[in-house]
């Protein structure tokens, strides 16, 4: 790779400094020390921010009021980085905080061969409390179903744990959508339209982070009153099942000929799946 100056690091946090410790400490550790830090604490009360700017000096905090979630705290990012004069042979690399790297980690990532102006590259992520190891994801658009990929599969979709490109790449990519997509599907929205732009998605056979898949969200339907399954279902941002986020993302990323037998297929599952909720709440509505 040509001239490759300097890696820029952007790192969503809120409220877990312990966490954001164990992940500084990799930085501290690494042997490529040109890096610059972009953190967005999204509203922390915790001392994160005071303490990572202690820490590292090359740090820019941008902050949020806790609202902002994963594509809040992306797309700040964004909005801040596209405006900065970067050369466009450096690299943007996007993690969160609960993952771990070899101190030869960065050092990997300006010597990945696949790193080039058409090719954003994820680093596989390997669990550290079973034998999963994340390559991205496979979407079957007919039956609008998300398959995690086994080694060497084509993916059609990454996360954005561990997801790198030169800058040039970074801002033909564009921003995220905070709104539409607050936290879950954003990633696989952002990553799906990479095609659309002429870019390849490239799982990195140089790299790899260890991550600590501790659930931050809900990914089963628990709820126990017809409030809080409608509220878990259109509003929260928590449950990785929102019909109203799931619309949004068929609306932002199937192809176009798949958008409305989607997008029909999201609202008759909430439909069969409500029903089945109501059946179950029903003798304790009727004997109020």
């Given at each position: 790779?040509p001239?490759?100056?300097?890696?820029?690091?952007?790192?969503?946090?809120h409220?877990?400094?312990?966490?954001?410790?164990?992940?500084?400490?990799?930085?501290?550790?690494?042997?490529?020390?040109?890096?610059h830090?972009?953190?967005?604490?999204?509203?922390?009360?915790?001392?994160?921010?005071?303490?990572?700017?202690?820490?590292?000096?090359?740090?820019?905090?941008?902050?949020?009021?806790?609202?902002?979630?994963?594509?809040?705290?992306l797309?700040?990012?964004y909005?801040?980085?596209?405006?900065?004069?970067?050369?466009?042979?450096?690299?943007?690399?996007?993690?969160?905080?609960?993952?771990?790297?070899?101190?030869?980690?960065?050092?990997?990532?300006?010597?990945?061969?696949?790193?080039?102006?058409?090719?954003?590259?994820?680093?596989?992520?390997?669990?550290?409390s079973?034998?999963?190891?994340?390559?991205?994801?496979?979407?079957?658009?007919?039956?609008?179903l998300?398959?995690?990929l086994?080694?060497?599969?084509?993916?059609?979709?990454?996360?954005?744990?561990?997801?790198?490109?030169?800058?040039?790449?970074?801002?033909?990519?564009?921003?995220?959508h905070?709104?539409?997509?607050?936290?879950?599907?954003?990633?696989?929205?952002?990553?799906?339209?990479?095609?659309?732009?002429?870019?390849?998605?490239?799982?990195?056979?140089?790299?790899?982070?260890?991550?600590?898949?501790?659930?931050?969200?809900?990914?089963?339907?628990?709820?126990?009153?017809?409030?809080?399954?409608?509220?878990?279902?259109?509003?929260?941002?928590?449950?990785?099942?929102?019909?109203?986020?799931?619309?949004?993302?068929?609306?932002?990323?199937a192809?176009?000929?798949?958008?409305?037998?989607?997008?029909?297929?999201?609202?008759?599952?909430?439909?069969?799946?409500?029903?089945?909720?109501?059946?179950?709440?029903?003798?304790?509505?009727?004997?109020?």
């Open positions: 790779m001239n490759l100056q300097k890696i820029y690091i952007v790192l969503p946090v409220n877990r400094l312990s966490t954001t410790k164990s992940f500084v400490n990799c930085l501290k550790k690494q042997t490529f020390r040109n890096f830090l972009i953190l967005v604490d999204d509203g922390s009360t915790d001392g994160t921010a005071e303490y990572v700017k202690g820490e590292i000096n090359n740090t820019t905090v941008l902050e949020g009021n806790g609202n902002l979630w994963w594509a809040g705290c797309h700040l990012a909005k801040y980085l596209s405006k900065l004069p970067i050369s466009d042979n450096d690299i943007i690399w996007i993690n969160n905080d609960d993952t771990k790297l070899n101190p030869d980690y960065f050092e990997k990532v300006f010597n990945d061969p696949d790193l080039t102006i058409k090719t954003i590259i994820v680093s596989p992520g390997i669990s550290v079973s034998n999963y190891i994340e390559y991205g994801f496979s979407i079957n658009w007919p039956l609008l998300v398959k995690k086994r080694e060497g599969e084509e993916p059609d979709a990454l996360t954005t744990r561990g997801l790198y490109m030169l800058y040039s790449t970074y801002k033909r990519m564009g921003g995220l905070p709104f539409l997509l607050p936290q879950y599907l954003s990633d696989l929205e952002y990553t799906i339209r990479s095609k659309k732009r002429g870019i390849r998605m490239v799982v990195s056979k140089a790299t790899q982070i260890y991550v600590d898949r501790k659930s931050t969200g809900l990914h089963q339907d628990h709820s126990k009153t017809l409030k809080e399954y409608l509220y878990n279902h259109f509003i929260s941002k928590k449950t990785a099942y929102n019909t109203f986020y799931w619309g949004n993302f068929v609306l932002l990323a192809p176009w000929k798949y958008k409305w037998s989607c997008f029909v297929l999201v609202y008759r599952r909430f439909k069969k799946n409500f029903l089945i909720f109501y059946d179950k709440i029903r003798p304790r509505l009727t004997n109020r």
